[in-house]
Nanobody, 116 residues
Framework: QVQLVESGGGLVQAGGSLRLSCIVS?????????VAWYRQAPGKPRELVAD???????NSVDSIKGRFTISRDTAKSMVYLQMNSLQPEDTAVYFC?????????WGQGTQVTVSS
């Protein structure tokens, strides 16, 4: 059974930093196409923050460029999101995602709250 567990969320003041971690366990049949971080703010749909393809290509939304960095440690089955210069509009539940040719896997999410 594949499990994704996020950690590292919390309450931070505007301008602060947090580092989210996601550990992936279990066997993913068909391999991994990409790993990603999504977020969902109250009353809004879930949105992609950033992802890394199996070839190492990084894609991210404009609103976080220059502030957030996605990375992975394949040997440790870990995915990270370093978030700097956090703003109140970054407040959301952040979800780790692994995409395979067969399906998507999701973590339970970790809350990030940025106070002004």
């Amino acid at each position: 059974q594949v499990q994704l567990v996020e950690s590292g969320g919390g309450l931070v003041q505007a301008g602060g930093s947090l580092r989210l971690s996601c550990i992936v366990s279990g066997r993913i049949f068909g391999g991994v196409d990409s790993v990603a971080w999504y977020r969902q703010a109250p009353g809004k749909p879930r949105e992609l923050v950033a992802d890394i393809s199996s070839g190492g290509i990084i894609n991210s939304v404009d609103s976080i460029k220059g502030r957030f960095t996605i990375s992975r440690d394949t040997a440790k089955s870990m995915v990270y999101l370093q978030m700097n210069s956090l703003q109140p509009e970054d407040t959301a539940v952040y979800f780790c995602n692994v995409r395979s040719p067969i399906t998507n896997y999701w973590g339970q999410g970790t809350q990030v709250t940025v106070s002004s």
